[in-house]
């Protein structure tokens, strides 16, 4: 896992994380970032394979992402 380099006093990591899933194709994708006056909201999508498979393989999709500081609670919004 490779992670960004940042500067704490100017930049945010944010991180999504699925868990354990079984087989391949999933994943998470950023729908919408949208600053409101008291509050950050970042909306994301778990995307499902169109097949799950049964070989027994697992995988584990996240997402990192470096924003601006961000001094505003942050709300997440999780579709499926």
């Known amino acids: 896992l490779q992670l960004p380099n940042f500067d704490s006093k100017n ?3 944010i991180a999504f994380f ?3 899933k079984p087989g ?3 994943g998470v994708q ?3 970032i949208v ?3 008291d509050r950050v909201v970042i909306s994301i999508k778990q995307i499902q394979p169109t097949q799950i498979s049964n070989s027994g393989q697992k995988t584990h999709p996240y997402k ?3 924003l601006k500081k961000i001094d505003k ?3 997440y919004r999780v579709y499926e």
């Open 11 to 13: 930049e945010t990591i």
């Open 18 to 20: 699925l868990g354990e």
């Open 24 to 26: 391949f194709g999933w």
């Open 30 to 32: 950023i729908i919408d």
């Open 35 to 37: 600053e409101k006056s």
């Open 64 to 66: 990192i992402i470096k």
């Open 73 to 75: 609670r942050i709300v």
